[in-house]
């Protein structure tokens, strides 16, 4: 039985379980099964995904990002701003840092409780996709911000049922074989959205997702041309902001700013 020191951290009512797995604490090979065990709402510390800290020959860190069902993200903004907090108070890194992600570099700045993220720049930009699903017919946008997101418009997203369509859209065949996250938008004023997503990984509807924001800001900026800074709304209550330069449909300098925080500090118990 090992223990495993970890620290419960939450940014936009996204939670993890983040560990310094620089040593390693858990080796590699584990880490999915770990990440099933101690995300487990019941039987473990619960969270969306699991946050494992690495050393890195390019960056301050490398940052993995298991996600609850033991599948590993490419990418999680909401992750991201707690790894860059957990780097600066554990002082791996200062308070400007880069990190290694599977979806490339990312840079970070912590100011207090507040992180601002440069992101990967979006790629492929595809609009009005037109998908058949059990309710209808929707109107869909996909971009990849680090990881798919097919962003919908609606007109009452708090009447939207997020996890039934939300998973229709991250299995549909149109997304395979990796899928998609799900994304619906409602505008709420100038340059202001609200937002839900269906998380893939996740399998639900999570709180927050930075990098489905992060999505909905290009594809309002794309499709409704919203200005930056957008600011969004979560589901979580949350205000994240999305700022990028635009050129055309071509979308550079991109950066997710929110807060991050620190919830308890615990052992698990491990076989």
Do not use: W
């Amino acid at each position: 039985m090992n223990n495993i020191a970890f620290v419960k951290m939450v940014a936009s009512g996204n939670d993890f379980v983040v560990i310094d797995n620089r040593k390693p604490a858990v080796p590699v090979a584990r880490l999915r099964a770990f990440a099933r065990a101690i995300c487990d709402r019941n039987y473990g510390a619960g969270g969306d995904g699991l946050i494992a800290l690495e050393r890195s020959k390019k960056s301050d860190f490398r940052m993995r990002i298991i996600n609850s069902d033991g599948s590993e993200a490419e990418m999680c903004g909401n992750g991201a701003r707690c790894a860059a907090l957990f780097a600066v108070k554990n002082k791996m890194a200062g308070k400007k840092m880069s990190f290694e992600t599977l979806a490339g570099i990312i840079e970070a700045e912590v100011k207090g409780a507040i992180v601002k993220l440069k992101m990967s720049d979006p790629g492929g930009l595809k609009l009005g996709i037109s998908l058949v699903l059990s309710d209808g017919r929707y109107n869909v946008n996909f971009v990849n911000t680090g990881v798919p997101h097919a962003v919908i418009f609606v007109e009452h997203l708090e009447g939207q049922d997020v996890r039934t369509t939300g998973k229709e859209v991250r299995y549909h065949s149109t997304f395979a074989p990796r899928g998609t996250n799900a994304d619906f938008v409602e505008v709420a004023g100038k340059n202001l959205i609200k937002v839900r997503t269906y998380e893939r990984g996740v399998e639900d509807e999570t709180l927050a997702c930075g990098t489905g924001v992060t999505a909905s800001a290009i594809i309002s900026a794309a499709v409704k041309d919203f200005k930056s800074p957008v600011t969004c709304l979560t589901k979580g209550g949350d205000r994240l902001k999305i700022y990028f330069k635009k050129k055309g449909n071509d979308f550079t300098d991109v950066y997710l700013e929110g807060g991050a925080r620190e919830v308890f500090l615990g052992s698990y118990l491990y076989k």
